[in-house]
């Protein structure tokens, strides 16, 4: 059974860093691309970052392009994301997500077969 626990969510200032984990249960988790996808109060689930085995493929949304970085630890069967120069509008749950998908489908949440529980990002202006 695959597990993913996010952790490292809370409150910040704007223009401030918090680096969130995924830490997931399961083999072979260096054999699947994995992903961050974030959702605000009344709105739909929207793509963040995926990266790809050994983290040598990484795909942003461009409202985070520069800011966010998306890493893994195969070693650790662990995900990363970096975040930084926090703005309000990136309040939202935050959750970590695995796919068998390699292809151009990443930035869709339906290709995705397992989730996190989310952990709460909330940026204060």
């Known amino acids: 059974q695959v597990q993913l626990v996010e952790s490292g969510g809370g409150l910040v200032q704007a223009g401030g860093s918090l680096r969130l984990s995924c830490a997931a249960s399961?083999?072979?988790?260096?054999?699947?691309?994995m992903g961050w996808f974030r959702q605000a109060p009344g709105k739909e689930r929207e793509f963040v970052a995926a990266?790809?085995?050994?983290?040598?493929?990484?795909h942003y949304a461009d409202s985070v392009k520069a800011r966010f970085t998306i890493s893994r630890d195969n070693a650790k069967n662990t995900l990363y994301l970096q975040m930084n120069s926090l703005k309000p509008e990136d309040t939202a749950v935050y959750y970590c997500?695995?796919?068998?998908?390699?292809?151009?489908?990443?930035?869709?949440?339906?290709?995705?077969?397992?989730w996190g529980q989310g952990t709460q990002v909330t940026v204060s202006s």
């Open positions: 997500a695995r796919t068998s998908n390699t292809g151009s489908l990443l930035t869709f949440a339906n290709v995705y077969e397992y």
């Open positions: 399961g083999r072979a988790f260096s054999s699947y691309f």
């Open positions: 990266i790809g085995w050994s983290g040598g493929i990484t």
